[in-house]
């Protein structure tokens, strides 16, 4: 059997019959007595699942589930996961398959960081739409699920989450590790979750260090395409966390920028790499949070993300940041101390006369012309229209390494 024969699929109503319709309860036992009758999905995972949650009505649960899987596949038998009967979308036909034989040749332990090694899928990663993505409302229920100390790692597609009694979840949903809150991204963002965690949930419920491994690397990859994709379209940078840029570069903007051929296409490397540097350099305060939340009170994600505009040049690139920062201590930044001295204080005058005091890497009172980034407040000027609608009197210019152009 050749390649193309193992990772076949067929749209479930032409393969199986119709799907199930959730507000059309008479459709649901019989959709279910089809699905419970395919070859290989009697004893899988998935199904023991819909029974567990509801043992009378099985059939409701799995119409749950399929209600947001329109464009569900029938895969191969060698394709066939038991943490789900069906592939989501064309685009993941063949992953169950890659990952079963990743996980085989896989013999060591979870390595401390994630790599391009760990990537079942190969690239691109940034893919035009095809209209099978998942509609925003069930990336934000994925994400909240994920919350509090009880929160579980949840596709998607798993519409029947919500239906499952909190004394059973264990036993079927993935718990979120203790560490999550460290490599979280803000609330609103449109990162999926990782396959893995769909056609390999069994595999990390049971903690096994190839399904772990795929997870951190494929994290990866979603979160830094989110990030890519929400300057482009809204101008706006994801404020992530230190740790989950840092598992971002671990894996590389080489590797998440690759083309189909597997070549780098430096302009989206280099958009990436730099929006990495500036977030470094934006603070990462509860009081910089609650800033951010004051400008819009009633936006749940407002906290999550800066306006930004990126502008390249020859001498180097430099970031627009349409909110004010002189509260916070930013490298090489003279606005920062020239905004403190113009309040009157007590101690004014003692660190004008300590100002040269100030210590730069190599030494003196003034940045070094190699230091890689200098932050200065300039006033307000025009702004373009993607910035129209912001309110702040000020912003702050960041300037990038060249290291970091695009283009």
């Known amino acids: 059997m050749d390649d193309t024969e193992e990772t076949a699929a067929t749209p479930y109503a032409e393969a199986i019959g119709p799907l199930p319709v959730l507000r059309d309860t008479t459709t649901h036992a019989p959709a279910w007595e089809r699905e419970t009758s395919r070859m ?38 060698a394709d066939l996961s038991s943490s789900i009967t069906v592939v989501r979308r064309r685009r993941e036909v063949g992953y169950f398959r890659r990952f079963s034989s990743f996980s085989e040749a896989f013999h060591d332990p979870v390595p401390a960081t994630p790599s391009a090694l760990e990537l079942v899928l190969p690239p691109p990663y940034l893919l035009p739409p095809d209209g099978e993505e998942p509609p925003a409302p069930y990336l934000t229920k994925a994400r909240d699920a994920r919350q509090g100390l009880t929160g579980y790692l949840v596709g998607w597609h798993q519409g029947e989450y919500s239906s499952c009694p909190l004394a059973l979840r264990g036993q079927y949903y993935v718990k979120a590790p203790q560490w999550w809150s460290d490599y979280e991204v803000p609330y609103g963002v449109m990162a999926e979750p990782p396959l893995v965690l769909t056609y390999a949930r069994e595999e990390l419920r049971r903690g096994d260090p190839a399904a772990w491994s795929v997870f951190r690397a494929e ?19 994801l404020l992530y966390p230190p740790r989950l840029r840092d598992w971002i570069r671990s894996v590389g903007a080489t590797n998440i920028a690759a083309d189909a051929r597997g070549e780098p296409d430096d302009e989206v490397e280099g958009k990436l790499l730099a929006l990495l540097r500036l977030l470094d350099e934006l603070p990462h305060t509860p009081a910089f949070v609650e800033r951010l939340t004051n ?48 309040v009157p204080n007590p101690w004014g005058a003692a660190v004008a006369r300590r100002r040269h005091l100030v210590r730069f890497p190599g030494g003196g009172d003034v940045p070094p012309i190699s230091a890689e980034f200098l932050v200065v407040l300039s006033p307000r000027t025009r702004w373009s229209t993607a910035m129209s609608q912001t309110t702040a009197s000020t912003f702050y210019t960041i300037f990038l390494p060249v290291a970091s152009l695009w283009g």
């Open 40 to 77: 290989g999905v009697a004893d899988s995972a998935a199904h023991a699942l819909f029974r567990g949650v509801d043992p009378i009505s099985p059939g409701t649960i799995f119409a749950k589930q399929m209600d947001r899987l329109p464009h569900a596949l029938v895969p191969s038998l």
């Open 295 to 342: 400008r819009a009170p009633s936006r749940r994600d407002r906290a999550g993300w800066v306006s930004v505009i990126l502008e390249v040049g020859r001498e180097g690139s430099r970031a627009l940041v349409d909110e004010d920062l002189a509260p916070y201590e930013l490298p090489y930044s003279t606005a920062v101390t020239e905004a403190r001295l113009a």
């Open 219 to 237: 994290w990866a990859v979603s979160t830094a395409v989110a990030l890519l994709q929400a300057y482009d379209e809204r101008r706006v940078v």
